[in-house]
């Protein structure tokens, strides 16, 4: 009988398991809930991938959201991984009581280890199950995988591209001049390049205009250019051209006019009538250094147009009434050509023995170009900064001279234009004359900066021209810039692409042209590296103590826990009742002496280490023995497949009292028969 009173329906319930044997076999709870979280947890990873990968290059809105999203992501992957290695860990510690004898307190650690990681302090728990140890560390040490993934989606500054087409792109459009009259302002209206006068400013039968000045606008233009020492840009254009909020670059191709500059002499010393009748300088090359003291010489007005070609009134119309007018009235006969002479200082020593080591200091290199007006195709780059246009000239196609004459100069400056055929008339050509007095304007108000003369008093120099206000000219040295005609050919294009700043300008037109559009946007960035340093190592490690976890439960021939049930049903020995006596309470501090003795999950011996045979009941026939926690010197090691129950004290009990319940069930049969 048992020696606690207990109620009716444990006894019966003592009663149904004394016929019981300890079944073996792996139930499929453990192993899957094991598998199932590792596969979970890497699943979960892949999804933080994809998760980051979509969000990479788009716009950074919502990144609070974003954010909490990338660190559910990494705790449900830290959760279902530890989750995994912990079951896992629970079979590695079970099959370590059973080949290992340690103390109570290193049983405590092993148990302990995830929830506690003051347990790690136990060297005896490290040095006796190194692998479980490993394994409840790797619990600790998952977790850090939640910190460094969601930091591997940051946001950035990047530049969106959109290759697109750009509508109202101003550009130049020099034809309009050549079909405006200033009378009728409801055509083209807007700013002239230049100004007229006319023979009637009524337009009666007969009348013509013609060419006076370039206008207040183009001058102001061209000042601008000169004096910024840049294309003149504003605001207005480049909105105008590009949607608000991008920047845009777009090219741009156009007719104007252009300088063709080509260099006619260089370092030579020649006499000026030679190099005049070989080459037609017009001015005295040897007043340039370093025969002379010029640094600097233009020529810009041969066979300039003439103004006033006859007096005018007020209203710009000829004095003289009714025609004849004088035949040459208005007519473009030639375009100047731009004839410049300058020095370069070498900085370089003259040789001793050199005829101009006592003027300068250094050698003066004498350069002549000329420079022709001609009607230019430009292909242009543009870009629009924050609406701020600006742009630069890719290539230039020279076409044909505007006004395809030859200048002969005779005696005092004066001279003669041919062949005649080619002058371009206001009465007869009228569409043809309008569209070179645009280009002529131009470059008029080109040649006011070029002409003059810069001359080197030693101490000192002496500029008599407006090109010294120019990024023609040196500032530090006052010299003219080494590449000159170059220069000079940009400076003019400069002018031109100013006028693309104007929209009030008759000349002045829009077009739609491929663009690429960029802006500077915050988007998400994404570095895959840093969240797969961190998954990367934990799903390895997970893994792996899986692995771990599935062969000690097939080694140990069942699936365990460390639930209260397991431990119950473990503990149950004699031996750690008497061990026990006084601390049944479980509270600390908890005896030392218990602390220190060492225990093994195995078979525990009883009286002999030889099992009995039973008969009867549940058992069945075999050996029976009983497995729990106890002493080194009281268990023997667990085999696989064996046939265990419990202690056999209740094994005894229990079969005690099924054959005195079969007797009396006997003799009440008995009875019956008799009655």
Known sequence: MSRFRSDPDTQSLVAKRAAEVAQWGVHWASPVIMVSLFVMGVAAAIGHHHFYASLAGQPAVDQV??????????????????????????????????????????????????????????WEMIKNAKLATFMALATWLIPLAAVLSPASLTSEIAIKRNETLCSSVP????????FNNFRNTKDYPGYQLMYWNTTDINATAGYFDYYDQPSKAASKLSMLSAYTKRPVNVVETGHRSCEAGWNCTYPLEFKGPGYKCTEVASGLYLDHDELESATGVPFNTSELAPKGRLIY?????????????????????????KPPYPPHLGVFETEPVIWIGYAIDTGEAWPADSPYAATWSTVRIPKIFKCEHYETVYKVSLTSVDGIQSGHVTSRTFLHPIIDTTWHRGPNGSGTAHPTTNFVRPNTDVYRYKLVAAYHALGR????????????????????????????????????????????????????????????????????????????????????????????????VAGVFLVVGGMSMYSNGVASDTLFS?????????????????????????????????????????????????????????????????????????????????????????TSEDEARRSLLDADDDCNSAG
């Open 445 to 540: 108000l080109l040649r006011n900066f070029l002409a003059g003369t810069i001359t080197d008093e030693g101490v000192y120099k002496l500029t008599r021209s407006a090109i010294s206000d120019t990024r023609l000219i040196d500032q530090r040295i006052s010299y003219p810039v080494p590449d000159l005609m170059a220069q000079i050919q940009s400076v003019y294009e400069d002018m031109i692409l100013t006028l693309l700043s104007e929209p009030h300008l008759i000349i002045a037109d829009n077009v739609s042209v491929p663009c690429t559009k960029e802006r500077a946007v915050n988007v998400y960035k994404y570095y895959p590296g840093g969240l797969w340093v961190g998954y990367a190592a934990v799903v390895f």
């Open 566 to 654: 397991r431990i119950m049903v473990t503990t149950r020995n004699p031996t750690i009742d008497h061990l026990s006596v006084g601390a049944c309470l479980g509270s600390d501090p908890f005896p030392e002496e218990l602390r220190r003795t060492k225990l093994r999950f195995g078979v525990l011996l009883e009286e002999a280490d030889e099992a009995e045979v039973y008969g009867g009941g549940g058992l069945g026939i075999g050996k029976i023995e009983h497995v729990s926690f106890g002493t080194v010197g009281e268990t023997k090691k667990i085999v696989k497949f064996g046939r265990y129950a419990g202690l056999r004290e209740w094994r005894q009990q229990d």
């Open 171 to 178: 550009t130049l459009n020099f034809t309009r001049e050549s």
């Open 65 to 122: 959201k974003m954010g909490r999203f990338g660190v559910a992501f990494a705790f449900f992957v830290k959760a279902t991984l530890v989750g995994s290695v912990v079951v896992s860990y629970r079979q590695r510690i079970w099959h370590t009581f059973r080949s290992k004898a340690m103390t109570v307190s290193a049983i405590d650690g092993l148990f302990a280890a995830c929830e506690d990681p003051t347990e790690f302090r136990k």
């Open 297 to 321: 010489m233009a020529e810009v007005e041969q066979g300039e147009y003439i103004r006033p070609q006859v007096p005018t009134g007020s209203n710009g119309q000829p004095l003289q009434k």
